[in-house]
């Protein structure tokens, strides 16, 4: 029986296996051993020089430097944003006026590309003529940072973008969850006394449990590469005050050709990922409540 099930399985199995071997396994392995390498990006035969891209690399202060940046994102960007989306999230669905029209709004970052958001903010953060810099000059400050060009701020200045676009997103993530719980569990909440905040401690959250996780994931995920954003608004500048890891692999491999070391950061990045995302869905996981 099981002999007959195979063969029926494997001829169906066999194309998709092949071409995740071929366009998902294959570059990884070639990533690998190119880490292992000293090669220009242009020369037909890397030079195999074992593991001297990592020792390098243990060495780096830059590579350190936008790994720090990284950890900040990490350590921020995910609570910032996903409490700012819960938050209104649960507002929305309370029933407020019109409810529909600030979902879209919320959402309406989502939809651009990061390079246009990118752009759009680096006009907003423009020293002499930025809205935002002239907003603050026309409530009395008369000497407002240099967003982007201050390496004091430059960081938080494109992290608080990230929050803007992201935010819409995950509050219709949320909401989608929210509408999801069965109105009974509200009612029996609210007959026995419990008031709104009550409720979303000992109700909603822990309902919605696993879309946070899922959530958490994505958000540390896109907090260790914050490649786009930060190459279309600061390039990791101002002195590398806002470099991360992405931007350093490119500057290495595009600017300095030396694609062997960039291979290797794109390795350790990689390495740092699938351990971070392996931790966090172990340190959050618990019992799923059906409903």
């Given at each position: 029986?099981?002999?007959?099930?195979?063969?029926?399985?494997?001829?169906?199995?066999?194309?998709?296996?092949?071409?995740?071997?071929?366009?998902?396994?294959?570059?990884?392995?070639?990533?690998?051993?190119?880490?292992?390498?000293?090669?220009?990006?242009?020369?037909?035969?890397?030079?195999?020089?074992?593991?001297?891209?990592?020792?390098?690399?243990?060495?780096?202060?830059?590579?350190?430097?936008?790994?720090?940046?990284?950890?900040?994102?990490?350590?921020?960007?995910?609570?910032?944003?996903?409490?700012?989306?819960?938050?209104?999230?649960?507002?929305?669905?309370?029933?407020?006026?019109?409810?529909?029209?600030?979902?879209?709004?919320?959402?309406?970052?989502?939809?651009?590309?990061?390079?246009?958001?990118?752009?759009?903010?680096?006009?907003?953060?423009?020293?002499?003529?930025?809205?935002?810099?002239?907003?603050?000059?026309?409530?009395?400050?008369?000497?407002?940072?240099?967003?982007?060009?201050?390496?004091?701020?430059?960081?938080?200045?494109?992290?608080?973008?990230?929050?803007?676009?992201?935010?819409?997103?995950?509050?219709?993530?949320?909401?989608?969850?929210?509408?999801?719980?069965?109105?009974?569990?509200?009612?029996?909440?609210?007959?026995?006394?419990?008031?709104?905040?009550?409720?979303?401690?000992?109700?909603?959250?822990?309902?919605?449990?696993?879309?946070?996780?899922?959530?958490?994931?994505?958000?540390?995920?896109?907090?260790?590469?914050?490649?786009?954003?930060?190459?279309?608004?600061?390039?990791?500048?101002?002195?590398?005050a806002s470099d991360v890891l992405a931007t350093y692999l490119y500057q290495n491999a595009f600017t300095h050709s030396q694609f062997g070391y960039a291979t290797a950061i794109a390795v350790t990045l990689f390495a740092i990922v699938f351990l971070l995302s392996m931790l966090v869905?172990?340190?959050?996981?618990?019992?799923?409540?059906?409903?």
């Amino acid at each position: 029986m099981y002999r007959g099930k195979y063969r029926l399985i494997i001829p169906f199995l066999l194309p998709a296996l092949l071409l995740y071997g071929l366009f998902v396994i294959y570059p990884y392995a070639q990533a690998m051993y190119i880490s292992l390498t000293s090669w220009s990006g242009v020369s037909p035969t890397p030079r195999f020089i074992g593991v001297r891209n990592f020792q390098r690399l243990f060495q780096d202060q830059y590579f350190w430097n936008a790994l720090a940046h990284n950890a900040i994102y990490l350590a921020l960007l995910p609570v910032v944003i996903i409490g700012i989306s819960f938050f209104f999230a649960f507002v929305i669905t309370q029933g407020v006026l019109l409810a529909r029209l600030y979902r879209i709004v919320y959402f309406f970052p989502q939809v651009m590309s990061v390079v246009a958001v990118g752009v759009l903010w680096s006009f907003v953060y423009h020293p002499t003529m930025g809205l935002l810099n002239a907003f603050l000059k026309a409530i009395g400050i008369a000497n407002p940072p240099t967003w982007l060009g201050d390496p004091a701020t430059a960081l938080g200045a494109v992290g608080a973008v990230i929050v803007w676009q992201a935010v819409g997103f995950y509050m219709v993530f949320f909401i989608a969850g929210m509408e999801a719980i069965p109105v009974t569990f509200y009612e029996v909440a609210r007959i026995e006394g419990a008031s709104g905040w009550q409720t979303f401690w000992r109700v909603t959250l822990p309902l919605l449990w696993e879309n946070a996780r899922v959530a958490l994931v994505f958000l540390a995920i896109g907090a260790l590469d914050m490649f786009s954003i930060t190459q279309t608004m600061t390039e990791g500048g101002p002195s590398r005050a806002s470099d991360v890891l992405a931007t350093y692999l490119y500057q290495n491999a595009f600017t300095h050709s030396q694609f062997g070391y960039a291979t290797a950061i794109a390795v350790t990045l990689f390495a740092i990922v699938f351990l971070l995302s392996m931790l966090v869905m172990r340190i959050t996981s618990r019992e799923v409540v059906e409903y």
